[in-house]
């Protein structure tokens, strides 16, 4: 057990206890022992001083591919969730498309045992809705949840069939875990590679039309209705389906929504001079619907911002539009890059972006996580709010570089991260 | 006069030229027109470049053509593409890119299945790279070809309406067109199955015609583009049978128009699918003369980017010492 440490003199902030001042935080055996002003430091406690630092409840991600197993060479889960640490996440739900998918107990055990032998972020499985991902099958969702699952998903893939999608919010509900949902109507996304509009147009690469998503997560929020299983959307990028969510949520559905931090913050000119780090699925939107998402977070329609974290190997990316794949990296970035377009820009204060990054992700998966109420684990994240910092992807702790921020300027950096009340994370004066 | 009109590394795209840049082009490509007529169709202008076409695609069509204008100015060509040479062994673009640079080529012409391959090659290596079509993209010196072609039977390309009919969707010949002509002041219109209408096209400044009958009503130059069988299996148009009867150019009706038209086609033609032979053989149409233009255009092309000062051209012409 690692010594008591004492966070003295930052800015707490804490939604979870509608908390934002200057206050000490004592952890001790792995969890929040005191909060509180100026307290004194026990017997034997490390004393951290964070004047000027925002500290608030660890950051929470329901949306990571840490690649492993079976693609090592773009991520592992030690290398994902000590690049989660070092975005100020201190839990993350893994996807389950790896190779094998995380389809059945064994699997699941396994990215919980890897992930806890790393000892950073907290790695949380998320298990395949079909067995292979396959759409056809349901899996022993029962199983999976047992060995540690705290959600299904067939994420890389939207369960295409819609009587599956109807038998797992069904059945998920006897274990109280949401489906996860990537929502995405294959036929209309054709070969498409990009958003469907005038860019695409120009540049002569294949559309996807924003109907693509609006009608899978119509369909699944109807089926969420039918059955009254749990549905959570990912990675939501279209103002169409932002209304539906709306929509499906007054009246009564349960139903929440995640934005990536891409997505509130790129429109699909990223793609221009064919950028292959700006390929992702769904595709960067137009203005209207980056507009639309901001909105729909600030209202609360979008409940929280994952980041969809997809690393891919740089020979993959370093190719022809068409032939890259789609998806880019997210957890050392997504801290910087909403601060800047959400807080620097007025949209969201810090408190509420905490709350979208820590509180709600934590309560839609039933984490123990997001709040620094006393006896709840330590998991904390301490940051520079204010700290601009230029992106550059050969600092990254992830196996991966393909982001479409490189270079750009960023805003608000981690300077520490708790696990458990063990510092698995620190930047040094030189970072 | 265009003699300040200078040019960068590649030529990727209409897009990013601008009208002087684009007339230029035009204009320089007049003096190379006359060489082809003569028993000895050579001059010196870029002696001891080498060259290579890259073709990922197969298009005898084009590559002729820039192989003729590379000879007619005396460059080195190597023409990479077919069976068993490393495109087809599926060797990447970016290790082709890093031999091409190791081989200190000067020009290489690349013509690729993919939007963005040839930008993706211009990015990454010194020699001038020259779009021969990349993907559904652009297709720059096509453009040029049907301008300087309009130009040549009009007088000028300002004012005039130009309607491009068929598979604007995955055209790359349509894109070059649009960008070169709003350039150079045409009023443009774009006319297919609207499965085949690119969204948002009119974000460019270009009409759309739902029926090819007020295309003919309106246009003065009508720009057939092929039709690709593969639309048809991909479930884009029912029949050829039905696209010929709803989209065809035929003499029928092109009687109708009030005025007489000029067509153009990129070839290689689908007779009796977007285009019928007697239109296609008939008085109106300027295809064969778009092929030797084809030949000019690259000369130029080559010629500007390698350095050739504009005012020069009608010179450099005259060089001829063989
Ligand atoms: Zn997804």
Known sequence: MS??????????????????ERLDLLLADGRVARLGRDLEVPEGAELVTVDGLV??????????HFREPGEEHKETIRSGAQAAVAGGFTSVC??????????????????????????????????AVSVGQKGEEMTEIGELVAAGAVAVSDDGHPVWNAGLMRRALEYTKAFDIPVFSHSEELGLTGHGVMNEGPVSTVLGLRGIPNAAEDVAVARDCIIAELTGGQLHIQHVSTRGAVEIIGAAKARGVSVSAEVTPHHLALTDEAVRGYRTEAKVKPPLRSTADVTAVRDALL?????????????????????????????LIGVETALGVCIRELVVSGHLDLSELINRLSCRPAQIARLPAGTLAEGSPADVVVFDPEARWTCRPNEFYSLSRNTPFAGQELVGRVVMTIVDGRSVFARGADH | MTARVTFGKDLTDLEGLSADQIRTILDVAEPFKEISER??????????KTIVNLFYEPSTRTRVSFEFAEKR???????????????????????????????????????HGSSGAAQFLADRIPSNVINGGDGQHEHPTQGLLDMLTIRDHLGSIEGRRVCIVGDILHSRVARSNIWGLL???????????????????????????????????????????????????AGYIPSLREYNRFFGISVARLEKAPRDILILHPGPMNRGVEIDSHVADGPHSVILQQVTNGVAVRMAVLYLLAGGRPERAEAAKKESRE
């Open chain 1, 3 to 20: 010594r008591p440490m004492l966070l003295r003199g930052g800015r707490v902030i804490d939604p979870s206890q509608k908390l934002d």
């Open chain 2, 73 to 111: 100015l005396s460059a080195d060509t190597v023409n990479i593409s077919g069976v068993g040479s490393s495109v087809q062994k599926g060797e990447s673009l970016v290790d082709t890119a890093r031999n091409l640079e190791a081989m200190r080529i000067d020009m290489v012409v690349v013509r």
């Open chain 1, 55 to 64: 500290v608030a409840p660890g950051l929470v991600d329901l949306h990571v």
């Open chain 2, 39 to 48: 028993p000895i169709k050579k001059v010196p202008a870029l002696r001891g």
């Open chain 1, 299 to 327: 209202a609360g329609v979008i409940d929280c911002i994952a980041t969809d974290h997809a690393p891919h190997h740089y020979e993959d990316k370093e190719r022809e539009f068409d032939d890259a794949p789609f998806g």
């Open chain 2, 183 to 233: 350039k150079l002041g045409a009023e443009v219109a774009v006319c297919g199955p609207p499965t085949l209408i690119p969204p948002g096209i009119e974000a460019l400044g270009v009409g759309v015609l739902k029926r090819v009958e007020e295309a003919i009503e309106w246009a003065e130059v009508l720009n057939v583009l092929r039709l690709q069988l593969e639309r048809m299996e």
């Open chain 1, 94 to 127: 893994a996807m389950p498309n790896t190779d094998p998918p995380i389809d059945d107990p064994a699997a699941v055990s396994f990215v919980r045992a890897e992930g806890q032998r790393a000892g950073f972020a907290h790695v949380y499985p998320v298990g």
